[in-house]
């Protein structure tokens, strides 16, 4: 520690208090830029002058406007000689304007009054004014990302499920299961019976009649007989055909499940 105590310290360097300014610092001279005023261009500068000082755009003071615009475009020469080139072009400008106001105007041949030399520079000036206004109004108008964020809201529609298609492996596989029950229980008797097609397509309607889903195995009679599961199959197998009934399952491997494909009146 230092040995005077009751001084203030300047700054701390790495921790330690600083009680007097180093001897050998060194500060670029562009380090510390102060800039009182930021325009966008010659016309900006020119726009801002005009108005600082209330002159009438229709009758610009020249002298007394060209003398301040050089001042500016002086101080940023030092800095930035690629931004003062712009600028040197519009002081170039304004000087010719201001020679040529010194001159007597020309008469021309029809008697006319002759033009202005600030015709064209007021011109400009008051197109930009236009276009610098029309800008601020644009801005101030509440933009998406800056002033107001897009709200996403995502609506579940109750739609009806669409199943996916029944694999025929998956359909096989079911009924050769039918078919093993079928084959535990068979009986031995010896009866020739006529079975319909048509009659069992009926039966089968009938069964999904008011109910969402019915599951595949619960469709076949397995008490009845081989024949009969035969037809039952059949039976399905033509409805489907016919787009009267939908035999759906939810995934691979997974319960088939068979409902009417239609809605009765």
């Known amino acids: 520690m230092p040995e005077v105590v009751d001084q203030v310290a300047l700054a701390r360097l790495y921790g330690e208090p600083l009680f007097a300014m180093p001897t050998d610092l060194y500060i670029p001279p562009d380090a510390l830029e102060v800039f009182l005023e930021a325009f966008e261009g010659p016309l900006d500068l020119l726009l801002y002058l005009i108005r600082k000082q209330n002159f009438n755009i229709l009758d610009i003071p020249m002298a007394g406007v060209t003398r301040q615009y050089l001042v500016y475009v002086d101080e940023i020469r030092t800095r930035n000689l690629e931004l003062a080139a712009e600028y040197l072009l519009m002081a170039a400008m304004l000087i010719e304007i201001k020679s040529r106001m010194l001159l007597p105007p020309r008469k021309t ?9 600030r015709a064209e520079l007021v011109r400009r000036l008051l197109e930009y004014e236009q276009m610098k206004a029309a800008a601020f109004r644009l801005n101030e108008m509440p933009q998406i990302g ?12 109750s739609l009806q499920p669409r199943f996916p298609d029944v694999n025929v492996v998956d359909l096989q596989e079911a009924w050769r299961d039918i078919v093993k029950r079928a084959r535990l229980i068979q009986h031995h008797k010896i009866t020739r019976e ?50 009267l009934i939908e035999v759906t ?9 068979v409902r009417l494909a239609y809605s009765p009146a």
């Open 194 to 243: 006529e079975l319909s097609v048509r009659e069992h397509m009926s039966i089968v309607l009938r069964k999904l009649q008011g109910r969402k889903f019915v599951e595949f195995e619960q469709l076949f009679d397995i008490a009845r007989g081989m024949q009969v599961l035969i037809v039952t199959f059949i039976a399905m197998l033509e409805l489907a055909k016919e787009s």
């Open 109 to 117: 041949a029809e008697g006319q009054e002759p033009e202005d030399p």
């Open 249 to 257: 399952q939810a995934e691979a491997f997974a319960p088939i499940y």
């Open 146 to 157: 800056r002033d107001v964020l897009r709200a996403q809201v995502f609506i579940e529609q």
